[in-house]
Structures are given as C-alpha cells and as structure tokens.
C-alpha cells in the first residue's frame, strides 16, 4: 500500500510538470525520495509483522505447520478466532478471553470516570482560581508523574489492602485513577491555563459559583482536551499488564493477562493460529475507540472555533 | 445612591505599591472615565472596584455600603470587558441569562429582562447565534447587554472600544452615550483613548504612575490642565510645551521662550504672583493659533518660523514649523494647507489668556 502511495507521487509529479515547475523540481530532489524510502521502511516495520499476526490467525494449525509464514491461508476460516473468544483456557478457567474482555471494560469505565473527573476539576480549580500553595502542588504533582509504578508498588498493595479493594475490579480501576492523575491534572491544568482571564472574570461577576462556572462555562469548552484525554487514558488501561496482574484478583483480570496466560501454555503444543486471534482481540478495542473518537475529535475541531 | 467612593487605597504587587493611597469618588449617574497610558494603574483600579483583584488596604463604598471585602457578585455590579469575553459555547440568549444567573430571579422575570436588553440592543435576530458567528460591533453589544440585564446601577467598562475599527467605535460611542443617557447608571470607564474620553465622560480622571494627575470634566482637563502631563496627555495634535522665563516690563508679565520668542501673559489668572526670571513652561494649544499670515486683533504673541510640514487628518489640518530644537504646530484651515510649501517662513499669531503656564520644576499649573 505504501508503495503504491509512492508510485501514486510520482504520477502526481508528472501529472504537475507542465505547469508548476518549481514545484516539479522540489518533488524529485534526492532528498524527498530518501524521505519517502525511510517512510516506506518504517511502514513495513510494522506492517509485516502484522500481516503475519493477520495471515496466521485465519488459518488452521496444519497449515501453519508448513511453515510458510508469509504465505496467505489457503482456507480462510475464523475458527481460530471463535476458539480463542469463547473456549481458550486461561489458568484453569477455559470460558475464553471475553472473560478478560469484559473484567478490562469494568475496569475502564470506573477508572475513566474518576480519574479524569478528578483531574479535570483539580485541573480548573488550579488554573483559574486562586488555590493557595497551587504553585507547590504543581510542583509535586509533576515530580509524582515521573515515578514509575514499580517502586511504589508495594505500599500501593498495602494500601489497597487496607482500603479492602485489593484484588477486586475497583482495586485496579483506583489504581490506575491515582497512577493517571498527576500528568492528566498537568493536562488539563495547561488547557484550562488558555482560556482567556476576562471569560473566568466575567462568570465570576456573574456567577461567582465554582461548581455553576465550571459546568456551565468550562465543561461546555473542554470538548478537545476531553478527547485527547479519552484516548490517552483508554489506551493506557486497556494495554495495561502490570497494574492488572497485580491488582487484579483470580477473576478479575484484565484482558491482557488473559491474553498472556492463554498464550504462556507450558503443556500440550502451542496454538500460533488462537494465540495470534486472540492478540488481536485484545489490540482491536483501543484502535476501535481511536477511529471513533477520532472522528469527532476532527469534528470538534472545525465546529469548535472559540477564540472570538 | 450609588456613590461610589475609593478612600485611601493601597495596591501593591510583592512590595511595590501600584497605588498608593488614591482617593476618588464619583455622584450617582455621573459617567466617570478613567483615562491613562498603559500602566497607569487605571485598570487595576477598575479591578479593585469590581472586587477581581483584593485591595491592600483602603476602602471601597458603593452607596454606603463597604463592598471592599465583598464577592464579585454581591457587589451590585455589571462588567464590560475589552475583549468582550462572551461565553464561547453559550448562544447570545445564554450569555444573557447567564448574567442573571448569580440573581436567583424567576423564570419570566429573566426572560422578560432578556427581551428587553435584546429590544434596546437590538440584537433581537442574533439572540440563538454563537458569539463566533457574531461581528466585532454585535459582541460589543451582546456584551454590554450581559451587563445591562443585571439592571445594575454601577456599570464598569474596560476600555470596551480598544478592539473596534475606527467607524464602528464612533457608532458604539454613541450608543453607550445615548444607554447613559436613557438608563442614567453610575459608570465607571477605563480607556486610554482621550477622544472617547472627551467625548463621553462627565468627569475625567486622568491617571499617570498610579497617581490621579486631574479630576474634573472634559472642559476643565482640557482648558485648564492641572499640571504637565495632563496638558501633554490631553489633546491631539499635542499642545506645544517649551521652557521659557517670566519677564515682566511695563507693568506688565510676559513670558519669553528660551528661543527668543516673547508672549503677553497679562490675561494669566496667576494663581500666585509671578516672579521676573522664574522659570516656567508655556504650552500652547495648536488650535488657538491665527490663520497663518494674518493678522490677529490682540495677539499675544507672534512666531515667524519656517515651515517644515503640513499634516491633514480630514476636516482639520495642522501646519509644523521648525522652532529651535523641535516644532511648532499650529491648526490650518485645510483649504490653506494646500496653499503651504515646505520651507516657507510662516508668520502665526497667538491670541491672549490662552496660554496655559507650568512651573518648570513642578510641573504644576501656575
């Protein structure tokens, strides 16, 4: 495909010689060509071995056992992809990865909810009203967002202990809330921090309500910013392993551990044709979100306009 | 009544004080415009008033009330700001409601004080639009009807004009007047713009460094300027200032600039006796000028210069001679302008108890 975009150029190129010459001249300079081979390299990165990921996951084991990896099935069937949804084992549960599936939505939902609500109003209060010591907490909260997991993994299970929701669907959803909230503040915060100061001053004189303002007048004009946040936020839970693995209970893991202690199977031989169905299954939802979210992520573009 | 009053305000940023001490206040339905360049401390105060920024110390009484420690929107206030800031995502109507919305008033109540700032606007075809969808001059007006719904008796405007071009500034001028006029508030009006000072206000109070220079009305800034930098500030083509010495003969007091030139100052209302030799600052408005070349009944003094340039700004034009290190410039009728050339030797003539005189060391009116 890419190539064909390259070829498509260089018909443009021609098609455009006759009348804009120095733009003819610009298009066939080594450097553009060096430019369009480096894209079609990096395309092919990533496009191959997902074409293999694709190809694999259609066909069926004897097939796969030829070995001609690159090869397209000669049966094209979603068996594969049927067994790893509704049968595939996991541990010692054999229900599929839908399990997985639905435990990841009602881990994202809540998660979502609360983290960028949270953010999203601490985010207004710092950047348009005066919060005494705002300068400081901002400060921390931008030290907090280069912490890693890892090293406040074990008070974070102690707590979540504590507070009886380790091991549950809210224990991870919370944790990813608290893990979230220091750079989607930093977001919104610097969003916020744009909106003209006379805007806040008039609703100030006119309403004086933190809560009036912010839902009246702020929410209505976080469209863009709320988007850009969705999609951060919901690859970030959906791709998640560590905090799943650890936070999630028996039954209440993540689509993503599911998918590595279905593919992780130390008996019998492994199934390339289900493992690779079931990758994709988990890889789809955020790509599905993104094209859709996307769209009107565009949209709120062009109808937005808010600078008068 | 609304009389708002500020008593001896402090404003200091992190120990430098913008305002020190300031002291003004203004009648019920008086138009009061704030007038000042950039940084003069006008918009700050026009802040404190509103209750956006807190007051060091001091006092601020709207009637007899203290609002100093007051919220916005208990102030009794409505606010034009010079961006207009309309709520992007509310249509007009919105943005109108919204306004009354700290006022807690019933349903009809808003929708009838909504169609009547719609009506006196007329923006009543516009009100279902989003404010992006509007022109300059509509936001203009949308914005002064959000403050007008709130049937405030103190309206502030900050410098609401600054973002319109030229034609449409004079029609807004107006119909802030003629709203004035009809609805009779208190107003309070920031601009650094003297034309539309000169033009609205009831009373002037001319700001520089945080400091009022002159409080008064338009007639008394502009005739008899408190001090020298309201007579450089006030007036377009400036008025011309030069240093000078008192020199009295024959009874009488005249002033002679250090490039020679002599002006009678016989009809000065001193308001200290002159003393021979003080030295003074003399400023001269451009309008008050004779023709050039003509005679003139009484003159007091008379400049024969030549001339380096005319300037025509439509119905006026104004001649500038060259005048020892700097110009002179003096009111033409346009129809002699043409009639000008550069390099000329014009003769001009100033007529008596128009000059205006400062201290040289001061600054202050004499």
């Not at chain 2, 709207?62 to 709520?87: C, E, H, N």
Request: hydrophobic share 45%.
């Amino acid at each position: 495909m890419t190539q064909l975009d390259v070829t498509e150029a260089a018909a443009g190129a021609t098609v455009i010689r006759g009348r804009a010459r120095a733009r003819r001249r610009r298009g066939l300079t080594g450097r553009s060509i060096a430019v369009l081979v480096f894209l079609t390299m990096c395309a092919l990165f990533f496009c191959v071995p997902l074409y293999v990921v694709l190809t694999t996951s259609l066909k069926t084991m004897e097939e796969i056992r030829q070995g001609q990896i690159f090869a397209l099935p000669e049966t094209w069937t979603f068996e594969a992809w049927n067994f790893a949804w509704n049968e595939a084992c996991s541990g010692i549960t054999c229900e599929g990865l839908k399990v997985g599936f639905w435990n990841s939505v009602r881990i994202l939902v809540p998660s979502l909810i609360l983290s960028i609500s949270l953010a999203m109003v601490t985010g207004y209060a710092l950047a348009l009203w005066e919060v005494r010591w705002a300068g400081t907490f901002l400060f921390l909260l931008f030290l907090c967002a280069f912490v890693p997991l890892q090293i406040i993994m074990f008070p974070l299970i102690a707590i979540t202990r504590t507070m009886g929701v380790y091991g549950t669907i809210m224990g991870v959803a919370v944790v990813h809330s608290v893990m979230a909230m220091p750079v989607l503040t930093l977001i919104f915060r610097n969003f916020y921090k744009d909106i003209p100061r006379e805007i806040m001053n008039a609703a100030i004189m006119d309403s004086g309500s933190f809560w009036k303002i912010f839902v009246e007048i702020i929410l209505p004009m976080s469209g863009n910013i709320l988007i850009v946040v969705l999609i951060l936020q919901i690859t970030n839970v959906w791709n998640d392993y560590l905090v799943g693995v650890t936070f999630g209970g028996f039954n209440t893991q993540p689509m993503t551990v599911n998918l590595a202690n279905m593919v992780t199977v130390s008996t019998g031989t492994a199934t390339y044709n289900v493992d690779m169905a079931a990758a994709l299954l988990t890889a789809i939802p955020p790509l599905v979100i993104y094209f859709m979210v996307g769209k009107f992520f565009v949209a709120g573009i062009t109808a937005g306009a808010i600078k008068g | 009544m609304p009389r708002v009053s500020f008593e001896h305000i402090v404003k200091s940023y992190g120990g430098l004080n913008v305002l020190d001490d300031l002291n003004l206040s203004v009648e019920h339905g008086e138009f009061l415009v704030l007038l000042g360049p950039s940084g003069c401390g006008k918009t700050t105060l026009l802040n404190l008033l509103a209750g956006l920024t807190d007051v060091t110390d001091g006092r601020i009484m709207i009637g007899d009330r203290d609002v100093t420690d007051l919220d916005p929107k208990d102030r009794g206030l409505a606010m034009v700001f010079q961006s207009y800031a309309l709520y992007p995502t509310k249509s007009v109507r919105g943005n109108l409601k919204f306004g009354l919305s700290a006022a807690k008033l019933p349903r009809e109540e808003v929708a009838r004080r909504v169609d009547w700032a719609a009506k006196l606007l007329q923006i009543e075809p516009l009100m279902d639009r989003r404010p992006s969808q509007l022109s300059g001059g509509q936001r203009q007006r949308v914005a002064i009807g959000r403050a007008l719904v709130k049937h405030a008796d103190v309206l502030l405007f900050d410098e609401p004009l600054s973002n319109l071009d030229a034609k449409l500034r004079t029609e807004m001028r107006l119909e802030i007047m003629r709203l004035h006029d009809e609805l009779n508030p208190t107003v309070v009006y920031v601009t650094h713009d003297q034309i539309e000072a000169m033009t609205m206000a009831t009373r002037i109070a001319v700001m520089n460094g945080g400091v009022i220079q002159q409080f008064g009305t338009p007639d008394e800034v502009y005739e008899r300027p408190a001090n020298l930098f309201v007579a450089g500030f006030i007036g377009a083509p400036a008025m011309n200032l030069r240093q000078g010495r008192i020199a009295k003969a024959d009874g009488g007091v005249a002033g002679v600039f250090d490039t020679g030139e002599r002006i009678a100052l016989d009809d000065y209302a001193f308001a200290r006796a002159p003393q021979e030799g003080a030295p003074i600052v003399i400023g001269l408005r451009p309008e008050h000028f004779g023709a050039p070349n003509a005679p003139l009944d009484g003159a007091a003094g008379r400049f024969e210069l030549p001339l380096q340039h005319t300037e025509r700004t439509g119905s006026d034009a104004t001649g500038y001679l060259h005048w020892g290190d700097g110009l002179l410039s003096h009111r033409v009728e346009p129809g002699d302008a043409a009639r000008l050339r550069p390099g000329d030797t014009i003769s001009v003539a100033f007529p008596r108890g128009k000059a205006n005189l400062f201290d040289a060391a001061s600054g202050e009116r004499l």
